[in-house]
Nanobody, 118 residues
Framework: QVQLVESGGGLVQPGGSLRLSCAASGFTFGYYDMGWYRQAPGKQRELVARISSGGSTNYADSVKGRFTISRDNARATVYLQMNSLKPEDTAVYYC????????????WGRGTQVTVSS
């Protein structure tokens, strides 16, 4: 059974930091590109950061220089380190896995809430 379980969200003041984790199970993690997406109220879900199976990364312009995505294949976990958080970063953050062998295989987590507010 495929599972992606996000954790690490919460309430943080502007300028603060959070580290999100996504623990994966039920599939061969090393063969999947991993991504973090977010969805704010009334807005469409958007890509925040992505890391390929080989470790290449790309980021949304809005988070470049503030967020860092990483993966630990041994632990089947992907992380999102978020620094210098802004109120506009407030959203539900979702973990996503996409197979490099069959791009029809896409899995999503249930999301974790991040709220940036004073």
């Amino acid at each position: 059974q495929v599972q992606l379980v996000e954790s690490g969200g919460g309430l943080v003041q502007p300028g603060g930091s959070l580290r999100l984790s996504c623990a994966a199970s039920g599939f061969t993690f090393g063969y999947y590109d991993m991504g973090w997406y977010r969805q704010a109220p009334g807005k469409q879900r958007e890509l925040v950061a992505r890391i390929s199976s080989g470790g290449s990364t790309n980021y949304a312009d809005s988070v470049k220089g503030r967020f860092t995505i990483s993966r630990d294949n041994a632990r089947a976990t992907v992380y999102l380190q978020m620094n210098s958080l802004k109120p506009e970063d407030t959203a539900v953050y979702y973990c996503c896995a996409q197979s490099t062998l069959d791009n029809r295989k896409v899995y999503w987590g249930r999301g974790t809430q991040v709220t940036v507010s004073s």
